[in-house]
């Protein structure tokens, strides 16, 4: 079965420090999303692209979070710096977007990341 | 925003039995899916279903737009069923933006 992949799977570090999730979306999906899960707020979605162009990052935020997604194969986020609040884990989903029905979003097994 | 309430909120069943989950929205959708989250916590898409019914196995879901409302049936429960189902909609004109309900916690025992 095709699956998103995210790296890495768990990532620790200490406030103030960049973070990098990467993602590799199903092959032939063309619309991308990240989203972050806290027990406070439940599943946000942060920002999604669409043909790898970035088409909403409201959910983002943009002083210190970034999502980019250099090639069809690969979506990354990067907080920077990172803060004790940014603790959570971090899904990314592949899906084949709106038109013909949109159809079904798929989720990687995210990273957990724990800001020190 | 389009405001997505499941219920129950948690629920407990033993083995075998059935069980029916219910999602509520607040405004028309293009898109209507439901996942499941186990307990290792993947988030795993069970239906993609804006509208009618589907079967997979023992699980079942319906949508009914014109009403607002989803529900998920499992029926003959089992252990690895254990976990947290989420509805998540996409509001008409949202372009394809998933909006998740707080789940319902389902524990299966043995």
């Known amino acids: 079965d095709a699956r998103v992949t995210q790296t890495p799977r768990h990532k620790v570090t200490e406030m103030g420090q960049e973070v990098t999730m990467r993602c590799q979306p199903i092959l032939g999906h063309n619309t991308v999303f990240w989203y972050r899960q806290t027990m406070m707020q439940g599943l946000e979605l942060l920002a999604y692209?669409?043909?790898?162009?970035?088409?909403?990052d409201s959910g983002m935020p943009k002083d210190r979070f970034s999502a980019e997604m250099p090639d069809a194969t690969l979506a990354t986020l990067k907080i920077q710096p990172s803060e004790p609040r940014d603790s959570a884990v971090y899904f990314c989903?592949?899906?084949f977007g709106p038109g013909a029905g949109g159809g079904a979003q798929h989720f990687g097994d995210g990273t957990r990341l724990s800001i020190l | 925003g389009i405001q997505v309430e499941q219920s129950p909120p948690d629920l407990i069943l033993q083995e075998g039995a059935n069980s029916t989950l219910r999602c509520n929205f607040s405004d028309s959708v293009n898109n209507l899916q439901w996942f499941h989250q186990n307990p290792w916590g993947q988030l795993i898409n069970l239906f993609y279903?804006?509208?009618g019914t589907k079967q997979n196995g023992r699980l079942s879901a319906t949508t009914v737009a014109t009403e607002r409302y989803s529900l998920l049936y499992i029926s003959s429960s089992q252990t690895t069923d254990s976990g947290v189902y989420f509805c998540?909609?996409?509001?008409?004109?949202?372009?394809?933006?998933?909006?998740f309900g707080k789940g319902t916690l389902l524990t299966v025992n043995p």
């Open positions: 279903i804006p509208s």
């Open positions: 692209f669409r043909n790898r162009a970035p088409l909403d």
């Open positions: 998540a909609v996409d509001r008409r004109g949202s372009n394809y933006k998933l909006t």
């Open positions: 989903a592949s899906g």
